[in-house]
């Protein structure tokens, strides 16, 4: 049985190029997190899907961060322009009925340079 | 605001040793509590929760007990193996309609042979 699928695992990039990060969660699952991870913030969630809407956004940084979630088995963490303080491990998590009990993909380690 | 707080790594133990990571939480009303680990490369996988106080979660031999009144919630397990080396996080989710989860900080584990 398939985990949640995360793309690609590892992405270098020049500062001010457009980030793409990718998702596919369980399959039936109905709820949808990105978190990002770094040594001086720890864990944060960004935003979160039910459904394939956006329900909370307000952890997502600035601008620069967008998220969509156009059919329930993909979503999608975009960065425009990519800086250099964006680098950290970016993680996609699902759920089914809420958010007790998520699994979490394997990560997507960003570096901007 | 809701936080967690645990102790600091690494902690670095000897096979068969015992483990205690502490978790304290700030938090109003009756949250969830959890603990997460995460290995080498991988995104976090759920160790154990606890839903109101007195609790306990176990799993894998890792055991946390929901202490309301000290507002903890240490892991612990009796004889650790090289295989538990990992980050392990503690979390919060407040209980009603409480959607963010607050994750600690995370506290390092080598366990050497």
């Known amino acids: 049985d398939a985990g949640v699928i995360q793309s690609p695992r590892h992405e270098v990039t020049e500062m001010g190029q457009e980030v793409t990060l990718r998702c596919k969660p369980i399959?039936?699952?109905?709820?949808l997190f990105w978190y990002r991870q770094t040594m001086m913030r720890g864990l944060e969630l960004l935003i979160y899907?039910?459904?394939?809407?956006?329900?909370?956004d307000s952890g997502m940084p600035e601008d620069r961060f967008s998220a969509k979630m156009p059919n329930a088995s993909f979503s999608t963490l975009k960065i425009q322009p990519s800086e250099p303080r964006d680098s950290a491990v970016y993680f996609c998590?699902?759920?089914?009925?809420?958010?007790?009990?998520?699994?979490f993909g394997p990560g997507t380690r960003l570096l901007v340079l | 605001g809701n936080s967690v707080t645990q102790m600091e790594g690494p902690v670095t133990l000897s096979e068969e040793a015992f483990l205690t990571i502490n978790c304290t939480y700030t938090?109003?009303?009756?949250?969830?509590l959890f603990w997460y680990v995460q290995y080498p490369g991988e995104g976090l996988q759920l160790l154990l929760k606890?839903?109101?106080?007195?609790d306990k979660g176990s799993n894998k031999g890792f055991e946390a007990t929901y202490r309301k009144e000290t507002t903890s919630f240490h892991l612990e397990k009796g004889s650790v193996q090289v295989s538990d080396s990992a980050v392990y996080f503690c979390?919060?989710?407040?209980?009603?309609?409480?959607?963010?989860?607050?994750f600690g900080a995370g506290t390092r584990l080598f366990v050497k042979a």
């Open positions: 998590a699902s759920s089914l009925g809420g958010p007790e009990t998520q699994y």
């Open positions: 399959s039936g699952h109905d709820y």
């Open positions: 899907f039910n459904n394939n809407v956006p329900i909370d």
């Open positions: 938090a109003t009303g009756y949250p969830s």
């Open positions: 606890a839903t109101k106080a007195d």
């Open positions: 979390a919060l989710r407040k209980g009603t309609g409480g959607f963010k989860t607050i």
